[in-house]
C-alpha cells in the first residue's frame, strides 16, 4: 500500500486510536516549544493537526503541509485558525515555500516515510531565515532497528506502512551538509517504556544567524 493511500484509510481514526508514540510526540514538542514564539512556522507532514492547534498559538502566520488529504480533512476540522493555511505538498518535491521565509520548521513522525533526507535539509535551509529553527521528532531509530514502523488496523488486519530506517547518523550528518548545526538533541520514553530503548528522538536544527 502506498503512503498516501494508507493515510487517506487511517485518518478518520488516527486521533483516536490507541497509539503511545502519538501521544508522546504531543508530549515532546509541547515541552520543546511551548515557551518560545515566532513570526512565521511551517509544518511538514501535519497529519490531522494533532500539533497544529499549539503552532497557531506560537506564531504569527503558521503554514502545514501533508500529502494526504484525508489527514488534511482531520486537521481542517479542528483548527479554524486565520492565521492557519493548510495545503496538499509532497515533502519529497520542492516545497511551495518562499527562500528565507520561515522562523522555524516542524516534522513530527514523517521523516520514517522518506528514503532520502537530503531533500528535506537542503529545502529546510533554503526556506528558514538567517538563525532560523528546525524542530524533528521522530521515531527512535532503536525502534526502526527492532521492526518497528507506523501502522494501523483494518479489522483483524495489522497494515504496516512503507517506511525507512534513519540512523541518529543520519539526521546529524544530512543537517551539517545542509549547513545546520546541532542546538539540542533528546531522547523520549513514554511512561509505558520502562527498561526499553528510546521511543523518539528529537532535535533542534539552526541555520546560522546573521554575521555582524
Ligand atoms: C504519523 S503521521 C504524523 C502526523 C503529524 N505530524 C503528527 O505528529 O501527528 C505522518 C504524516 O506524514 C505525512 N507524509 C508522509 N510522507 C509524506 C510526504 N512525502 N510529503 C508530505 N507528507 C507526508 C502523512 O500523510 C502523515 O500525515
Known sequence: MNINNAYNEWSTTYDSDRNLTRDLDQVVTTESLANRRYNTILEVGCGTGKNT????????????????????????RKTRSERLVLAVADLTKPWPCKTESVDLIVCNLVLEHVRDLSLIFSEAQRTLVAGGQFFISELHPYRQYQGTKANFQRGPETIEIPAFVHHLSDFTKGAKESGFSVHSFREWWHEADQNKPPRLVSFMFEKAGLTK
Open 53 to 76: 492547534l499549539l503552532l497557531t498559538r506560537l506564531g504569527e502566520r503558521v503554514c502545514a503541509l501533508d500529502l494526504s488529504v484525508g489527514m488534511l480533512e482531520q486537521a481542517r
